[in-house]
């Protein structure tokens, strides 16, 4: 069964700039998670799709979005790029439905997104 | 406000002796907790989750201990391996969300 499949793995960007950045569930996954990492603030919850809705969102200005397609595949959208937006994206999937504690998500490699 | 704290960046252990990695929260409502594991260059692995209803959960090599009253949980690897060498999260859930909130991690180095 493949894993969850972000891509690319490395981005370099310029402040100001736009970048959109992909993932792929599991098949049969129906819920998507993103997450931020930085050194020294573990992973920060940035927003959950299902079902093509926005379920949960972290506390993330609004230059952060997000979409869910059909396939539930997703992308992660950053605006008006910021020096501090430099870190490791991380996407993760889950059935997203019944009780979410015997469903835990499966992470992605992540993209690691260099701003200059 | 951090709801979930690892308050042990690093620890280093040799092989065959317990890792005990530590886990401290501040909210009560939480009632899933769960443990990833994670390489360099590799997203977090799913090591071990507990309810809030139980104060103990086992598989294999690995143990996490519910401590409720003092907002406390524990992840147990016995015996430890040079290959549990990686950075452990702790994370917890609010019941009916799907929203993981984690702790900073603590990286362990097992040495041979």
């Known amino acids: 069964k493949a894993g969850v499949t972000q891509t690319p793995r490395y981005l370099i960007k310029t402040r100001g700039q736009q970048v959109t950045l992909s993932c792929s569930p599991i098949s049969g996954h129906r819920s998507v998670s993103w997450y931020q990492q930085t050194p020294g603030q573990g992973l920060q919850f940035l927003f959950e799709y299902f079902s093509e809705t926005q379920r949960n969102k972290g506390n993330f200005p609004g230059r952060f979005s997000g979409r869910q397609f059909s396939n539930s595949r997703s992308e992660m959208n950053v605006s008006t790029l910021e020096l501090g937006d430099s870190a490791l994206y991380l996407c993760?999937?889950?059935?997203?439905?019944?009780?979410?504690?015997?469903?835990?998500?499966?992470f992605g490699d992540g993209t690691r997104l260099s701003i200059l | 406000d951090q709801q979930v704290k690892q308050n042990s960046p690093s620890l280093s252990v040799q092989e065959g002796r317990i890792s005990i990695l530590n886990c401290d929260y501040t909210?009560?409502?939480?009632?899933?907790f769960l443990w990833y594991k994670k390489y360099p260059a590799e997203g977090p692995t799913f090591l071990i989750s507990i309810s809030s209803i139980k104060d103990k959960n086992e598989d294999g090599r690995f143990t996490v201990f519910l401590n409720k009253s003092a907002k406390h949980l524990s992840l147990h690897i016995v015996p430890s391996q040079p290959g549990d060498s990686a950075v452990y999260f702790c994370a917890a859930i609010f019941s009916g969300t799907y929203k993981y909130i984690f702790g900073t991690g603590t990286r362990l180095k097992v040495l041979a």
């Open positions: 909210n009560s409502m939480f009632d899933y």
């Open positions: 993760a999937s889950s059935l997203g439905g019944g009780q979410v504690g015997n469903q835990p998500q499966h």
